[in-house]
């Protein structure tokens, strides 16, 4: 069964620093997608960065890039030049692709994420 | 371009009460995705519709329905509510099939169901 852990309740960061927030997973999928998603107080679940399995480059957005390891099973974010608006929970999820079957996303339970000015 | 509209922001129902949620998927969408989302927990997957069937279904009773109309919004129906049902309903679309594999969900503001 595919799980998604996040291991990091909380977090917190100065403002303009640098923070990794931890994700592992398990599947006996060889084909897969990863997913960052930002959820803040709004709620609206905002996609922030993806990563197919198949692609042995990390992916990268500005000041959000991932660490994909995948014999470990580790899709780590780390976000640069940490500001304000970057504070909200975030969430670590998996899909397989749509032929595969249940392509639905399965997220892990969040790491809260505080900016300290 | 409007994205994925759900409705309505917030509800109140008593217990044994059902309730309908909708959701308008983000133009050229065609796959449906709900789930539930408990307070500080990650999103559940209820179930996917595509091409107005269900095409996908996770661990919830057969009080959660659903629907999908030809123009691609959707339905939620949970009939009998618990206590437990009480929670952030989210609606997600995505362009289906395999040529868009590479498209991700995209998702609404949700509906915040209390029961009391």
């Known amino acids: 069964a595919q799980t998604v852990t996040q291991s990091q309740p909380e977090m917190s960061v100065q403002e303009a620093e640098t923070v990794t927030l931890s994700c592992t997973y398990d599947t006996s999928e060889s084909d897969y997608y990863l997913f960052w998603y930002k959820q803040p107080p709004s709620r609206q679940m905002i996609l922030v960065i993806r990563?197919?399995?198949?692609k042995q480059q990390n992916a990268t957005e500005n000041r959000f890039s991932v660490n994909f390891q995948k014999a470990a099973k580790s899709f780590s974010l780390k976000i640069s030049d940490s500001q304000l608006g970057d504070a909200a929970m975030y969430f670590c999820?998996?899909?397989?692709?749509w032929g595969t079957g249940a392509n639905n996303l399965f997220f892990g339970t969040g790491t809260r994420l505080t900016v300290i000015p | 371009d409007a994205g994925v509209t759900q409705s309505p922001t917030h509800l109140i129902k008593t217990r044994g009460q059902q309730v309908t949620l909708r959701c308008s998927p983000k133009s050229g969408h065609d796959t449906v995705s709900w789930y539930q989302q408990a307070l500080g927990q990650g999103p559940q997957f209820i179930f996917q519709y595509y091409e107005e069937e269900e095409r996908q279904r996770g661990n919830f009773p057969d009080r959660f329905s659903g629907h999908q109309f030809p123009n691609y919004s959707s339905e939620l129906n949970v009939n009998a509510l618990l206590l437990g049902d009480s929670a952030l309903y989210l609606c997600a679309s995505s362009p289906g099939g395999e040529s868009q594999e590479d498209q991700p969900q995209h998702f609404g503001d949700g509906t915040r169901l209390s029961i009391l």
């Open positions: 990563q197919e399995a198949y």
């Open positions: 999820a998996y899909r397989v692709p």
